[in-house]
Structures are given as C-alpha cells and as structure tokens.
C-alpha cells in the first residue's frame, strides 16, 4: 500500500499570498487530520476531516481553511500570509479517525514565508 | 489542551534507559507515542486505551494511568537509532477525532 503522500514538498511564498496543500491518504483511509509544526511548539492541530466534513478545528485563525473530497484526499487552504506561518504541514491519515487508530503521516509540505 | 511532557530533553549513552512523560489536565480516553526523526515524518509507536495498559514494543514499553492522566514511556538499554524526538498524543474521548499532541522530549543517544 502506497502511504500518504503530500504535495508539494517545499513551498516559499510572500507575504499576503496564499497557498494551498495537497495530501492523499492512504487507499482506504477516510479520516485526514492536518497538523501545523513548529519549533519548539510540537505538533498544533488544524482540523479533521471525514467524509468530506470537518469533524473538529483547532485554534487557528480563519485564514486557515481545508476541504476533504468524496476520494478523501484533501487540502489546506492559508490566505494572506504571514511570517509566521511558515512551519512544516503535516497531514496524517487514518481508517475512521477514532482514538484508538494509530496516525500515519505524510513527510509534509515545508513553507516558508518571505 | 496539550498535554505536558518531561523531561524536554535527554542525553543518553547506548545501553542507558530512560523514561519520557506525559500528562493531561483533562480525562482521557487513549494516549498515542511517536516518535520524529530529523526531517522525516512522526512514525507510530504505541496506543495506550484506558484501563491501565502497559504495551511493549521490542525495548521500549509505555504504561498508562487514567486515573491520575498519566502516560509513560520507557526506554531500554537505549540504542543509536532510538534517537530523536517523542511527541505524546492524546485524544480526550472515542469521539473527540482530536489527537492532541505534546510539544515534544528530545532524545539523543550517544557512542
């Protein structure tokens, strides 16, 4: 099986753009999350998708957006965007999206911000 | 909210063990260990659900205390690969579809 795959892998934007993220989960696998990481801030959640509707959303700015499609790959959305949004995007995939069901990750879209 | 984890830091020599922890303010339903090296994506470690669990994965084993919202993980007889950063992640009930993570401890093993 094909693991989860992100594209693309680096990015490097200005200020006030925007830009979006792709991620494709793993074949089977309805449940995507999205995860914003930083140094020394660990891993920040996003949001989570399954089914095409978004499940739960972190404390992130509205500037900060994500869709799911009926194949379940899904992307993010930032607009306008600032210094600090650069970071590495990791989105993780996994069948249902319930406690008890391990992530697995994408090696993540890293962005940097000018 | 994110749960907390000790030490943030380690230094290790092969063959030393260690013990990383993890602790939630809130209730929990399962607590998740991963594991980052540089400039790769977080691989999964362990589950832990409610219920006092200890699970093992080759030297490196985790326990769980729900009552006092507590996990550990430890660490055997450290090797050179087990270098890198261990995130915790929590998720506060079956239905939260919200794995919380730590801000991360990082391990380094050396010669």
């Known amino acids: 099986k094909a693991g989860v795959t992100q594209t693309p892998r680096y990015l490097i934007k200005t200020r006030g753009q925007q830009v979006t993220l792709s991620c494709s989960p793993i074949?089977?696998?309805?449940?995507v999350s999205w995860y914003q990481q930083t140094p020394g801030q660990g891993l920040q959640f996003l949001f989570e998708y399954f089914s095409e509707t978004q499940r739960n959303k972190g404390n992130f700015p509205g500037r900060f957006s994500g869709r799911q499609f009926s194949n379940s790959r899904s992307e993010m959305n930032v607009s306008t965007l600032e210094l600090g949004d650069s970071a590495l995007y990791l989105c993780?995939?996994?069948?249902?999206?319930?406690?008890?069901?391990?992530?697995?990750f994408g090696s993540g879209t890293q962005l940097s911000v000018l | 909210q994110q749960p907390v984890q000790s030490p943030q830091a380690v230094i290790l020599r092969e063959g030393e063990d260690a013990v990383i922890n993890c602790s939630s303010s809130?209730?929990?339903?399962?607590v998740h260990w991963y594991r980052q090296k540089h400039g790769e994506a977080p691989v999964f470690l362990m589950i832990?659900?409610?219920?006092?669990e200890q699970k093992g994965h080759e030297k490196i084993s985790a326990s769980f205390n729900e009552k006092k919202q507590q996990s550990s993980l430890y660490l055997t007889a450290s090797q050179l690969s087990y270098s890198g950063t261990y995130f915790c992640g929590t998720y506060s009930g079956a239905g939260s579809y919200q794995l919380t993570f730590g801000k991360g401890t990082k391990l380094s093993v050396i010669p």
């Open positions: 993780a995939s996994s069948p249902r999206g319930q406690g008890g069901e391990k992530l697995f």
């Open positions: 809130k209730a929990l339903y399962s």
């Open positions: 074949s089977g696998h309805r449940s």
């Open positions: 832990l659900l409610k219920g006092g």
